[in-house]
């Protein structure tokens, strides 16, 4: 284990294979998985690490990943995007509050149809603000997401 996996699980959880299969089923363009379990972490000093290599659909655009980070009230998701970069992202929505689901190559909400970008940019309203976005940082197959 490296420097930076220490919020992963030592071994393959039932949840960790199910987060892995969506995200690289994603990768592969089979659609959403609107109803998978998050993956449980435990952020250290405000930052959740995830090891890449844990993680390989993290490692393709089109990947996600949705994580229940300890103390965090909802999950969070974690998009790899068109460039290879990634977006952590808040899933409530900004009008209302309901939950958004990863469509595709979007975000949509299911009370009101607000639309988002995977970086978390306002596509069609009602909503008006971007969803919230943490702070990433990656640094070889190490990923950080700031959480608090
Ligand atoms: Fe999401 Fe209204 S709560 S569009």
């Given at each position: 284990m490296g420097a930076f996996d220490a919020a992963a699980p030592a071994t393959t959880t039932r949840r960790d294979f199910i987060a892995r299969s969506c995200a690289a089923g994603l990768a592969l363009g089979?659609?959403?998985?609107?109803g998978v379990t998050a993956l449980p972490v435990t952020p250290r000093d405000g930052l959740v690490r995830l090891d890449l290599r844990d993680h390989p659909?993290?490692?393709?655009?089109g990947g996600w990943l949705k994580l229940a980070p300890q103390g965090l009230p909802h999950p969070v998701y974690v998009l790899t995007l068109e460039d290879g970069t990634h977006a952590a992202l808040s899933?409530?929505?900004?009008?209302?509050g309901c939950t958004v689901d990863i469509a595709g190559a979007q975000l949509v909400c299911p009370c009101h149809g607000s639309t988002y970008e995977?970086?978390?940019?306002?596509?069609?309203?009602?909503?008006?603000r971007a969803l919230t976005r943490y702070e990433t940082r990656r640094d070889g197959d190490a990923l950080e997401i700031r959480i608090s």
């Amino acid at each position: 284990m490296g420097a930076f996996d220490a919020a992963a699980p030592a071994t393959t959880t039932r949840r960790d294979f199910i987060a892995r299969s969506c995200a690289a089923g994603l990768a592969l363009g089979m659609g959403a998985c609107g109803g998978v379990t998050a993956l449980p972490v435990t952020p250290r000093d405000g930052l959740v690490r995830l090891d890449l290599r844990d993680h390989p659909g993290l490692r393709v655009a089109g990947g996600w990943l949705k994580l229940a980070p300890q103390g965090l009230p909802h999950p969070v998701y974690v998009l790899t995007l068109e460039d290879g970069t990634h977006a952590a992202l808040s899933p409530i929505c900004t009008h209302q509050g309901c939950t958004v689901d990863i469509a595709g190559a979007q975000l949509v909400c299911p009370c009101h149809g607000s639309t988002y970008e995977r970086t978390g940019a306002v596509v069609r309203g009602p909503a008006e603000r971007a969803l919230t976005r943490y702070e990433t940082r990656r640094d070889g197959d190490a990923l950080e997401i700031r959480i608090s």
